[in-house]
């Protein structure tokens, strides 16, 4: 995919036919313009070259996808090996890609992420190195953006300097309630995003760090704390435990205790927010001139593979870019029932993918869903800016089978001149009375929303009164493989 | 939803209700606090109740919680650290937050209440002395920032001129009557005297309201002021109609209007569209007759000399026409708002709209081209075709030397001086059956008008007497109920009202268009606007016709006027199906046009129209807001009772 990012598409500098080796640059950012560079996830030759897409067909050794550190301990998962998967993948339209997984697995997650450039010592992690002198050069060249979800290309964040008192916020939330693989990363490889980050302050000039996590994630806070006891530059900061919590202002609010707006960005508030996961990508470049040609996720749902035996998410590290998400099913063994759609990302923000979406620089998750809940009441929806937007909420009441009887956005959503929403403060429920009522009256008898937990919490004390029945755009989601629905906070 | 620190502040002596679960530890401030605009929808749905003893806004700011505390509770001291001191009951039901006249009135008993001085001015501009029992003595009013000016009148004024209950059907947030009064209005509670009306607002004056108060006063009590009648004034000739038959050739002798039946064929092809054009002459007691829907009722008008407006007219009374229409699939024009049926049942005969109860109808039925119904040219053949046969008798009529039976002459008089008060009348414009025709050729007419949805539904100014001379023709009556025909523009009692009115300067009516789309509302809105910028006006009153979509413009009109200082009155249908959709803090005096019982758009044409007692009522709202008068806040629900008090207030100014 030429547009994984922020900014305009990539422009492709190979053609049909050609040759090309791992880490090879397929797509460069435009000239002067905000975006980033693609490059190939395998060695190939390309099949076909679009204004979309670059589809490399894999000739080379075939890929690994890393469990996460404890799936990689699970005997199970090396069924994931089975050579009857590598049948399997390869098939999706604009799949950089179309080669078998396997053979590495259980090789451990941390294998995938220190290869030496060029060694060629292990099949499929030989890659060509990426140029560059300086850091900010080299981010640029790895083709780094927002592995949090945003894309927005990392080279940029990071060229305007911070003035004085400059804080880079690591932000560990792990902002949705099915996701793993940032916190795996955290306890599996802390060094690798503390090198990132530190890199990173030094490119803005940050005097601070801060990593903010939920103080819940204890395992990830060890292993952090043996990694920055050396350092006295850079703090743990705990977050409050809500979802969804990784948004950039929310983070410089309860960590610089700055809310701002909206429409202001985080260098107005003297910070810079960059994920665990792209600072680990910037060591990665930085420290081994490596692009951008994998993604950590996390996979949820219900699937036959031993992996998933008991449990309903798994952290995959390292998965190759274009990979079919299909793929990633076949992976965890298929799927043990029937399911109601696939998920890029959380319950919260992702948005419903088919089988052959390509794994993209800033898919977070991959989940399928168990089979819609029908409802028969008329439809409220009530749209927060942190959750599903309202297309995702009105494809939902649709395959819900509600009739959609009125639509509130939340009073905090702020339209952005581009169109989209942004929360005013994010987590921090303004009351939702108001706009319950509104609904009602409109003949709702039932509410879909897209709240975040604690506006949740105001609809559904208000819902119950009335009463009126709450579902959230995440249950479908969380009723499969969630921690728990996100509902009421009884005092 | 929760607060802005300025609408905290707006709301002090009001309960203090968490807006969302909040945790011990939490020092309130107005992010957590629950709007009080909404506590009424809250408790009407069973959400909230506010037990005795709960805080006010007021108490609990900067207070911290000393437990975790569910959303939609009312605090109470028992749940905050230090258990907040109540101050005493009488304190807090007293007098309103500082600049606030919203809780005067409101909740005022019927019988007059003791004349208990409310004074809630921040700044004492104004000071009322009033004798606890109303009925006799007189009422002081000294007025210190008009230099000393002092008043006295008769205790029978407040009657005139203060008490107005606002009227509900504002559903919208309209519950602070506090834009009103600039700058410290002083406010004396009770003075009702209307027995069983409790929305009694209270008596008050703005010293630093833009109305020039003394101006009006000063022309209640006789003060000169600059009246100018227009130049050429404007004289309707009614000619009197006893019998109406159609034979072969049109002519009007002795009081006979003979239409030519063979016009219909001259109708007929007037346009491509029209495809049948039937004619009959319904009498008053031949009205249980089925009809199909009614499109129009026109008068049949004719200038004999001068322009629209001015000059003279010759009108045929007690003769109008009533254009129906269905199309070739026996679909009814304007399908969904239709208004097929008996005659004698879907019409409100004696409004203005409508034919009175002794008028002959001429009825024309026009069957016009399948499926052209709800575009925009099918309705106008429709009218067109009309028209055709209107015309032939405007010619005869024109041409008479028949003696009129009585005339009335217009002399669109300005009164220079007075408050300038302008008439913004908004009209469909959203295509298909909604348009407006502007100032045709002859009066009521079709040919020679501009098409409002063609000038882009922008305002345009008329006359007074432009307007009661036939200057609009309308097309839509679609929802008949509350919908304007020709006729009702014709005689338009806010026109007739407003121009008689010799205590302001009626400076003449806007008609302005409802657009189908959002992003050319506001465009129309702010032409609007700019024109009432422009005008320096001191009052403005809205109407529109219909309810729904075109209440988005309603708001917005009165918006822009309200935004530019100007009182503002908005009158409408809304009642129960009507509610207002959208609203603004400029919707605080609103009049109900609604005349169905169950408060429905019923299908019967011209029903929940503008009458003349809306049009009486619509006036003493305005003034009492130019006044600067405190107006109470409308009920939560559309209620009969609060229109028929002010309707007898507004009988007895």
Redesign the interface.
């Known amino acids: 995919m030429l547009a994984q990012h922020v900014g305009r598409p990539a422009v492709p500098s190979v053609k049909p036919g050609e040759a090309v080796t791992r880490g090879q640059r397929l797509a460069s950012k435009p000239d002067g313009a905000l975006g980033a560079h693609v490059h190939s996830s395998v060695d190939g030759e390309v099949a076909a070259v679009c204004s979309l897409y670059v589809d490399v067909e894999a000739t080379g050794p075939s890929l690994d996808i890393s469990p996460g550190q404890g799936a990689a301990a699970d005997p199970g998962i090396v069924a994931a090996a089975d050579p009857g998967i590598v049948a399997a993948a390869g098939s999706g339209i604009g799949a950089a890609t179309g080669s078998g997984i396997g053979a590495a697995a259980g090789s451990g997650p941390i294998a995938a992420a220190s290869p030496v450039a060029g060694s060629g010592a292990a099949g499929g992690e030989a890659y060509v190195p990426i140029g560059g002198s300086t850091v900010l050069e080299m981010i640029e060249e790895a083709g780094i953006v927002g592995c949090g979800g945003a894309g927005f290309p990392t080279a940029a964040k990071l060229a305007r300097p911070l003035g004085p008192g400059g804080l880079l916020i690591l932000n560990a939330a792990e902002c949705e309630p099915t996701l793993r693989h940032n916190i795996t990363l955290l306890e599996s490889d802390p060094a690798r995003a503390i090198c990132g980050m530190l890199h990173a302050m030094r490119t803005v000039q940050a005097e601070r760090g801060a990593i903010a996590i939920k103080e819940k994630h204890a395992k990830a806070i060890r292993s952090l704390r043996g990694v920055i006891d050396r350092s006295d530059k850079i703090s743990i900061h705990f977050l409050e435990d809500h979802y969804p919590s990784g948004e950039e202002r929310a983070a410089i609010r309860d960590v610089a205790g700055v809310l701002l707006r909206p429409d202001q960005l985080p260098f107005e508030a003297g910070c810079v927010v960059l994920n665990v996961e792209t600072a680990a990508r910037i060591a990665d470049a930085a420290e081994h001139r490596k692009p951008v040609m994998s993604k950590d996720l996390t996979l949820a749902g219900q699937y036959c593979g031993a992996a998933f035996r008991d449990r309903n998410s798994v952290p995959l590290m390292d998965v190759p870019l274009g990979l079919p998400v299909s793929a990633l099913i076949e992976h965890a063994g298929g799927l043990s029932q029937d399911f109601g759609e696939l998920l890029g990302g959380g319950p919260f923000t992702g948005k419903a993918v088919l089988p052959a979406t390509p794994v993209t620089k800033t898919m977070g998750g991959l989940a399928a869903t168990m089979p819609f809940l029908r409802v028969n009441e008329k439809m409220g929806l009530l749209v927060c800016a942190c959750g599903a937007d309202q297309q995702r909420l009105m494809e939902l009441a649709a395959a819900m089978g509600g009739e959609v009887a009125g639509i509130e956005h939340c009073k905090q959503s702020a339209q952005m001149p581009n169109g989209t929403r942004k929360c005013e403060n994010p987590g921090h429920c303004p009351g939702q009375a108001e706009k319950v009522i509104s609904l009602y009256r409109q003949g709702a008898r039932a509410l879909l929303i897209s709240n975040c937990s604690d506006c949740t919490n105001t609809v559904m004390t208000i819902a119950d009164r009335l009463p009126v029945k709450v579902y959230h755009s995440t249950d479908s989601l969380l009723r499969t493989a969630g921690p728990g629905l996100i509902r009421r906070k009884h005092i | ?2 607060m802005s620190k300025e609408k905290a502040m707006a709301y002090l002596n009001e309960p203090a209700v968490l ?3 909040r945790g011990k530890g939490t020092v309130i401030s107005e ?1 957590d606090l ?2 009080p605009t ?1 506590f009424a ?2 408790q009407d ?4 109740s506010i037990p005795d003893g709960s805080l006010t806004v007021g108490d609990v700011l900067g207070m911290t919680l000393n437990a ?5 509770t009312a605090l109470r001291p028992s749940m905050l650290e230090g258990g907040a001191a109540k101050p005493a009951p009488s304190a807090a039901a007293g007098g309103a937050a500082p600049g606030s006249v919203t809780a005067c009135g409101a909740a005022a008993p019927a019988a007059p209440a003791p004349a208990t001085p409310g004074f809630g001015a921040a700044a004492g501009t104004a000071h009322f002395d009033a004798p606890p029992a109303l009925p006799g003595g007189p009422v002081t009013i000294h007025v210190d920032s008009l230099q000393g000016l002092d008043i006295s009148f008769p205790a029978g004024w407040p009657a005139l001129y203060g008490l107005c209950g606002a009227v509900p059907g504002a559903e919208a947030p309209v519950a602070a009557a506090s834009g009103t009064a600039a700058g410290g209005a002083a406010s004396v509670p009770g003075a009702s005297g209307a027995a069983g009306f409790s929305a009694a607002s209270a008596l008050g004056a703005s010293g630093a309201a833009g109305f020039s108060a003394a101006a009006a006063l000063g022309a209640a009590a006789g003060l000169a002021a600059h009246t100018a009648p227009a130049a050429n004034p404007l004289t309707h000739k009614y000619y009197s109609v006893q019998n109406v038959k159609l034979g072969k050739k049109t002519s009007f002798s002795s009081g006979t209007l003979t239409i030519d039946s063979a016009l219909t064929e001259k109708a007929l092809s007037s346009s491509p569209l029209v495809k049948q054009v039937e004619m009959d002459i319904i009498t008053p007691e031949k009205r249980h007759i089925f009809t199909n829907t009614i499109m129009d009722i026109m008068p049949v008008a004719v200038k004999c000399s001068g322009k629209t407006g001015e000059g003279t007219t010759a009108i045929l009374d007690r003769v109008v026409f009533c254009l129906t229409g269905l199309d070739e699939k026996g679909v009814q024009i304007h399908e969904f708002g239709s208004c097929e049926g008996y005659l004698d049942e879907k019409a409100a005969f004696g409004r203005p709209g409508a034919p009175d109860d002794d008028d002959i109808i001429v009825r024309v039925n026009v069957t016009i081209q399948e499926n052209t119904g709800m575009e925009r040219r099918g309705p106008l053949a429709a009218h067109t075709a009309c028209d055709v046969i209107v015309q032939s008798i405007r010619d005869v009529l024109k041409a008479t030397d028949e003696a009129p039976a009585f005339t009335k002459t217009y002399h669109d008089t300005r009164r220079r001086g007075l408050p300038r008060v302008c008439l913004v009348k908004e009209i469909m414009g959203q295509g298909a059956m909604h348009d407006n025709i502007l100032l045709p050729n002859e009066p009521a007419g079709v040919i020679g008008g501009q098409k409002n949805v063609d000038l882009g539904n922008v305002p345009v100014m008329l006359t007074p007497n432009e307007v009661l001379d036939g200057g609009i023709h309308a097309l839509t009556c679609i929802g008949p109920a509350t919908k304007e025909t020709t006729r009702h523009y014709f005689r338009e009692p806010l026109v007739h009202a407003l121009a008689a009115d010799e205590e302001i300067d009626f400076i003449g009516v806007i008609f302005v268009g409802s657009p189908q789309v959002n992003d050319e509302k506001m465009y129309v809105t702010e032409r609007l606007g700019s024109w009432i910028g422009s005008l320096d006006l001191d009052g403005a009153i809205v109407t529109t016709e219909g309810f729904g979509n075109n209440h988005i413009d309603f708001a917005g009109h009165i918006a822009a006027i309200g935004g530019r200082n100007v009182p503002v009155v908005g009158v409408t249908f809304s009642a129960y199906q009507g509610q207002l959709v959208v609203g603004n803090e400029y919707m605080d005096a609103m009049i109900e046009i609604n005349k169905d019982a169950g408060g429905f758009e019923n299908e019967v044409l011209a029903c929940s129209s503008i009458c003349p007692e809306d049009a009486s009522r619509a006036q003493l709202m305005l003034k009492t807001k130019m006044a600067g008068i405190p107006i109470a806040p409308a009920e939560r629900k559309w209620s009969q009772a609060v229109i028929d008090g002010n309707q007898w207030l507004a009988d007895q100014a």
């Open positions: 939803m929760s807006c969302c679960q992010a629950e709007d909404i929808d809250l749905s069973g959400l909230l975790d505390v569910e959303a939609l």
